[in-house]
């Protein structure tokens, strides 16, 4: 491998994957069920057809291990499937180290993330049974714009809300939101009952996904035409950003190569999980792959939260999930990348990061830009502020790895739309938070008690 001189792995596009992989049949531990926030028991399928496609919820719930792509998805995937992985040459020289580090490059998909890789089958699952405009919140607005270029590709219409710091911060995506035809709200927003209460107690409040979240759901309960989308956490999302690692395996597979740790951003959990659940398999068969999951250590869901049933958000609106959690009512500090700022965690990465199969580690917003500014300076993109914890993740365990070992990582996005918070990093402005225990504590004690 070491002389192997290809620097850009291309998977073939009629190599591309067919079917998404789901890891609930392989989990060690079943997981938890979902439980109606009221009676504590768990939630039927008929409870969730309110907001979510049948479609969905049968993927939701799955036992099957693989899952067919529909070929409506697959012609879209096309349009930027399958996506390189790049053997990063220069940021290995640059660190000095002697094993070889990877990244795949999902930043090269039309809204420039992983995102439209769930995007595209949750919209295309509505148009198939009839829903004709889709509701969500965004937080950096990566989610977002994903949604609005699938409803765009699919003929639907699509309502975002926006978290109200990112609105401001990053009226860019909303524009590119709006130019795919998506309408965006800043949330708290006066358009739902949640959103007109908590500007009533706090007008000056600058939401959270938690609170954005309710409201999306308040929107698709409310009108018939209309249906919620998430764009992390659930199972669903998780299987169909396994692409991502079915892809990464065949192209290791192409030079003759195989990874020993596996790094990516955490933020709802589902780059990540979309990088690594393909090679659990192979992890709980013996093979020794690493996973880390890198989070802010201003929103320390992994790493300092609790394992336990809470709230997807802050009216108390969605189903418990018993996951990692920060507390249902976190309100994080304003860190640049909003993308990694939700309370809690994916229930399928919560559940691998119990059994000891997930190394957790939580870094802050100064250090992942100086990693960031390092990777642009020798691989020459610029990495969403949301990836550039990935990268500092990737350098940090490539300084500890052995000659000759891999360390793949997933580059979820580009920063070309994030130019705002590169400026604040260069001139010196940016400020490190991290998250204190007492609030955690304190924010614990709010989560419902089960069982
Ligand atoms: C949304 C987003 C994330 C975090 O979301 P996950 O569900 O944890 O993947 C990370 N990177 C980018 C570029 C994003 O847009």
């Known amino acids: 491998m070491e002389n192997c001189m290809e620097m850009k792995i291309n998977l073939p596009e009629a190599e591309m994957p067919t079917q998404w992989y789901n890891a609930l049949p392989d989990l060690p531990t079943p997981l938890a069920p ?11 399928p008929e409870q969730l057809e309110v907001i979510f496609p049948k479609a969905v919820i049968e993927q939701e719930m799955s036992p099957q291990r693989w899952l067919p792509i529909p070929q409506p998805v697959l012609d879209v995937y096309r349009l930027y499937r399958p996506t390189p992985l790049v053997r990063a040459k220069r940021l290995e020289e640059a660190l000095g180290v002697k094993c070889k580090i990877y990244y795949k490059n999902e930043s090269v998909s039309p809204a420039g993330s992983h995102k439209p890789n769930t995007a595209i089958p949750q919209a295309y699952y509505n148009k198939a ?110 299987h169909h950003q396994t692409i991502i690692g079915l892809e990464v395996e065949k192209q290791l597979a192409m030079v ?43 929103c320390p ?10 709230y997807g958000d802050v009216a108390k609106l969605t189903p418990l999930l018993k996951m990692h959690t920060l507390g249902h009512a976190f309100m994080p500090a304003p860190i640049h990348a909003g993308g990694l700022r939700y309370h809690g965690d994916a229930p399928i990465v919560c559940n691998l990061a119990a059994e000891g199969l997930v190394n957790a580690q939580a ?8 990693a960031a500014k390092l990777f642009l300076r020798t691989e020459g993109f610029l990495p969403a502020p949301e990836t550039s914890h990935a990268i500092k993740g990737a350098i940090e365990t490539a300084k500890k790895a052995k ?3 891999s360390v793949v990582f997933l580059y979820s996005g580009h920063g070309l739309l994030d130019l705002a918070s590169y400026d604040a990093f260069l001139q010196g402005k940016l400020s490190d938070f991290a998250y204190p225990e007492e609030h955690i504590a304190e924010a614990l004690k709010a989560c419902p008690t089960v069982g």
């Open 34 to 44: 979902p439980l109606d926030p009221q009676t504590k028991e768990p939630v039927t």
């Open 301 to 310: 869901t992994l790493t300092k939260g609790q394992f336990r049933y809470d």
């Open 129 to 238: 049974e009839g829903v004709r405009r889709l509701a969500t919140e965004t937080g950096a607005g990566q989610w977002g714009t994903a949604l609005s270029f699938a409803c765009s590709m699919l003929d639907m219409e699509c309502t975002v809300y926006m978290v109200k710091v990112s609105y401001d911060q990053k009226p860019y995506r909303r524009i590119l939101i709006n130019a795919y035809g998506g309408e965006v709200f800043a949330s708290p927003s006066p358009r739902t009952q949640t959103g007109r209460a908590m500007l009533e107690s706090d007008p000056d409040c600058t939401g959270s996904l938690g609170l954005a979240i309710s409201e999306a759901v308040e929107d698709a309960a409310t009108h018939a035409d209309t249906k919620y989308a998430l764009g992390s956490v659930l199972n669903h999302v998780l």
């Open 363 to 370: 870094y802050y917003q100064t250090e992942c830009f100086e």
């Open 403 to 405: 000659p000759g070992e």
């Open 256 to 298: 003759g190569d195989k990874p020993d740790y596996l790094v990516g951003c955490v933020g709802g959990g589902s780059n990540f999980a979309g990088l690594v659940l393909p090679f659990l398999p192979r992890k709980l068969a013996g093979e020794a792959i690493e996973f880390i999951a890198v989070e802010p250590q201003a």
